[in-house]
């Protein structure tokens, strides 16, 4: 389409713009006002807070030769650009749609019906849970997690989760978030405001529609030795199942210079006497 939406009657570097490319003619046959379809780009328009946010920053362009009356004449290109006769503002309040979990990149994308402000998304809203019934669920909530900064005006927002939001998820493993059956996120009304300060009203359950297993593996972060009682404490990155550690896969160097280090490989004799989660200790024998 030719047609261009714009935020004042110029066309200079001041006016925000946008063709209507897209738009549907709704209109058929003769008829002295012509009616489009803008639902293709209606998020675009919405994203754009510069303009069409009100009668006065809303215009549109028209250029010569885009319609033709019942003679055949084309329509000329003076006085192209009309401000809005009636502007309807936006009432609508914004759902939650759906929501995407990757464990492995640690993030959440909330899929919202319409574009929302990126400033207003409120995390503490969220929690995770293990099926559409909260009260038979694993819960585990969103606390300490954080909105992307990559986030912009948009249908979709990014929540980057926290190691300690993503520890407490991974503990809750195999009941929770493990695929698509499992993964369900609540969310508590007021989380957002659409571009037109309309608020999420009501509270909710969606289940997530694409799920990204962990495929990373954990890494050790530091450990503890104690001579006087005989023990190991091994501090990981993420949760670890501590019943698939192989003492006798640990040597302990003298150095970080392994190369003519001193060097003691442990044995597999040593027993878990404690885990976390994050942390194993080993009773040395």
Same mark, same amino acid.
């Given at each position: ?8 009657? +110029? ?9 209507? +490319? ?7 046959? /003769? ?10 780009? /209606? ?5 754009n807070s510069l ?21 055949? !004449? ?32 640690n993030q959440i ?41 990559? !986030? ?47 608020? /999420? ?83 040395l024998s």
């Open positions: 389409s030719q047609l261009v939406l714009q935020s004042n009657s +110029t066309n200079d570097n001041s006016v925000a713009s946008l063709f209507l +490319t897209g738009s549907m003619v709704v209109t058929q046959g /003769l008829s002295s006002m012509v009616t489009l379809n803008i639902t293709s780009i /209606l998020d675009i328009i919405k994203a303009f069409c946010t009100s009668r006065l920053n809303t215009y549109l362009y028209v250029p010569a030769s885009v319609v033709m009356d019942t003679s055949g !004449n084309r329509n000329h290109g003076a006085s192209n650009v009309s401000m809005v006769n009636v502007f309807t503002r936006d009432t609508t309040n914004p759902t939650l749609v759906t929501f995407d979990l990757d464990m492995n990149a994308v909330l899929v919202f019906s319409e574009t929302v402000q990126a400033s207003t998304l409120q995390i503490a809203g969220l929690v995770l849970q293990s099926s559409w019934n909260r009260s038979a669920s694993i819960l585990v909530p969103i606390i300490t997690s954080m909105a992307s900064s990559a !986030n912009t005006n948009s249908k979709q927002l990014t929540v980057l989760i926290s190691m300690s939001d993503m520890n407490m998820i991974k503990g809750n493993i195999p009941t929770l978030a493990t695929g698509l059956s499992n993964t369900f996120l609540y969310f508590t009304p007021g989380i957002v405001y659409d571009m037109a300060s309309n608020a /999420l009203l009501q509270p909710g359950v969606v289940q997530v529609r694409n799920y990204t297993r962990d495929s990373t593996g954990p890494s050790v972060d530091s450990f503890t030795l104690d001579l006087n009682t005989g023990s190991l404490a091994i501090t990981f990155t993420e949760y670890v199942n501590a019943n698939t550690l192989n003492a006798s896969k640990i040597t302990i160097y003298s150095s970080y210079v392994l190369s003519g280090a001193t060097s003691y490989a442990l044995t597999n004799t040593g027993s878990v006497t404690f885990s976390t989660g994050t942390v194993i200790k080993l009773t």
